[in-house]
């Protein structure tokens, strides 16, 4: 298990580098990200997360399997785009609605080196747009209005502190 990186911390606003090579190492911390997904109850992690900028992340979706993402690049996103509460491991407390594209296509390298492409939508199209972010330093709250990222932001370090 990982500590989580949180808010505040440079390296989650880095762009995370591709993996060189799907080896044991890789697989091993692969899943050591997947204990500290379940133990934050998380249903997507970036390897950023746990302060490793690989272009790298995990999902499991509820009604979904536990899925690897090595390098992967999103080729398609639809048109129509939906809103739904996003949190994150990395900003413990805070929730806010977030509007996304509601499929995509995506293409990635599994944990056994076989490269694949799924078409997601809805819940785990939302966590897979969630996580791709991440590897661009990008966190949901970079994706609000700046007003209401301003406010959130506070009430984070309010409790935070607290
Ligand atoms: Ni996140």
Known sequence: MYNIVTLGES???KNSIMVPEIDDE????????????????GIGLAAVQVGNPLRLFITHSP???????????IVETALEEDIYE???LSIPGINADVKRPYAVK???????????????????????QHEYDHLNGILF??????????????????????
């Open 11 to 13: 390296v989650l606003t």
């Open 26 to 41: 890789l697989k091993h911390f692969i899943e050591g990200m997947f204990d500290t997904m379940y133990e934050g109850k």
């Open 63 to 73: 009604k979904d399997m536990p899925r690897v993402f090595i390098n992967p690049v």
């Open 86 to 88: 996003e949190g994150c």
């Open 106 to 128: 995506i293409q990635a390298w599994n944990e056994r080196g076989k490269p694949f492409a799924l078409d997601a939508d809805r819940l785990l199209a939302r966590v897979i």
């Open 141 to 162: 709250i970079d994706r609000l209005e700046s007003k209401k990222r301003d406010r959130l932001l506070k009430s984070y370090k309010r409790k935070s502190r607290a």
